[in-house]
C-alpha cells in the first residue's frame, strides 16, 4: 500500500448512476477526498486504468454487484490489481454477497461494507481503510466472513446513523444540494428560503 497525501484521489466505479454520483458528491465535498474518475462499467474501470492521459487513483472504490454482462467480481478485481498494483481497493455492496467478499479478501482489498450501513460516511470509510492494518467491515459483513478467512483480523466501522442535530430542513436541503446536483438558487426557491441559508445548512450538515 502506498502512503497517501491529502486529498486522497479516488476513482469510482458503480453500474448503478445515481449511486455513482452520490458518492461522487460526498468524496468531492470532503477536502480530505477528491475524485479522479466516474466509471459506470467494469470495462470503463480498466480503460481508465490503462490511459495514460488520465490521473491515476491512490484508491478504487468498487461496486461488488453488477449486470449479468460483466466479468464477475473475482475476474475484475484481479484484473484491476494486476493493471494498478500501486492503487489501493475498497469494495462496496448492495447485499454482501459470499463470493464477492470472498473475491475482495483473495484480492487484498482494504475494504468490504455495505452502502446501507456507509450511506454518507463513505470518505471517513475509505480513510480508515487507509490507516488500519486489518480488513475494514460494515457491522452486517461480520457474520458474512464465518468460514471464508477464519485468521482474517478486521475492524468493524459503526453503522452510520444521522447526528440528531440534523433537522429536516439541513437534511433536505443536502439532498436537494448533493444527491440531486441543484443550484443553491433553485434548492433555496424551493425550500422557500434564502439561497446563503442552504449553503448554511449545507456547511452545517458536513460538520
Not at 472504490?61 to 484491476?80: C, H, K, Q, R
Not at 468460514?147 to 446513523?161: E, Q, Y
Not at 430542513?169 to 425550500?191: C, D, H, N, P, T
Request: hydrophobic share 45%; aromatic share 8%; proline share 7%.
Amino acid at each position: 500500500m502506498t502512503k497517501i497525501q491529502h486529498p486522497t484521489r479516488i476513482l469510482l466505479m458503480d453500474d448503478d448512476f445515481h449511486a455513482l454520483k452520490w458518492n461522487t458528491a460526498i468524496c468531492m465535498r470532503d477536502p480530505r477526498s477528491t475524485v479522479v474518475g466516474e466509471c459506470e462499467s467494469p470495462d470503463a474501470l480498466l480503460a481508465h486504468l490503462d490511459d495514460g492521459s488520465s490521473e491515476q487513483p491512490d484508491v478504487i472504490v468498487i461496486d461488488t454487484e453488477y449486470g449479468a454482462d460483466y466479468p464477475n467480481v473475482e475476474a475484475l478485481l484481479s484484473t484491476v490489481r494486476k493493471v494498478a498494483p500501486q492503487a489501493n481497493l475498497l469494495c462496496l455492496s448492495q447485499y454482501g454477497h459470499p463470493k464477492a467478499l470472498e473475491a475482495a479478501i483473495n484480492n487484498e482489498a482494504l475494504c468490504f461494507v455495505l452502502k446501507s450501513e456507509v450511506r454518507i460516511a463513505i470518505v471517513p470509510a475509505i480513510l480508515q481503510a487507509l490507516k488500519l492494518e486489518n480488513f475494514v467491515i460494515s457491522p452486517a459483513v461480520a457474520d458474512k466472513l464465518n468460514g471464508l478467512a477464519p485468521r482474517l483480523a478486521v475492524h468493524t466501522i459503526p453503522v452510520w446513523k444521522p447526528n440528531p442535530n440534523l433537522t429536516p430542513q439541513i437534511m433536505k436541503s443536502f439532498w436537494l444540494r448533493v444527491f440531486f446536483g441543484m443550484r443553491a438558487s433553485l434548492a433555496a426557491e424551493e425550500m422557500f428560503v434564502e439561497t446563503a441559508t442552504v449553503e448554511r445548512y449545507i456547511n452545517q450538515a458536513y460538520k
